[in-house]
């Protein structure tokens, strides 16, 4: 993995280059296909959930009234769909243990 703290896609095939054995072609291609089926997901609006790891969730956000920091001008907010993770329990805890 890089040493910058961020995984990458390509860390991704690494690993599973070397933990399962296949090529880093088809390991790459394994990535982009898991990567490519979350994204269709949520592109349907469909959450995703990934057991021990956890879950990518849409909610529609309403339209609202916000403000300027600069001004202080009311301005409203457009209605939109945003997506959260909310990492599973254990996660956390492997978070919190540091492991």
């Known amino acids: 993995m890089s040493n910058a703290g961020t995984l990458t896609r390509a860390d991704l095939a690494e690993a599973v280059h070397d933990t399962v054995g296949l090529s880093r072609a088809d390991s790459s291609d394994m990535v982009e296909s898991v990567l490519s089926h979350m994204c269709t997901a949520l592109a ?34 457009a209605p939109r769909r945003v997506m959260t993770f909310r990492a599973s329990q254990s996660m956390r805890q492997r978070i919190i243990d540091g492991a």
Do not use: A, H
């Open 44 to 77: 349907d609006g469909e959450n995703v959930k990934i057991s021990g790891f956890g879950s990518f969730v849409l909610r529609d956000k309403g339209e609202r009234i916000g403000r300027n920091p600069k001004t202080g001008v009311e301005v409203p907010i």
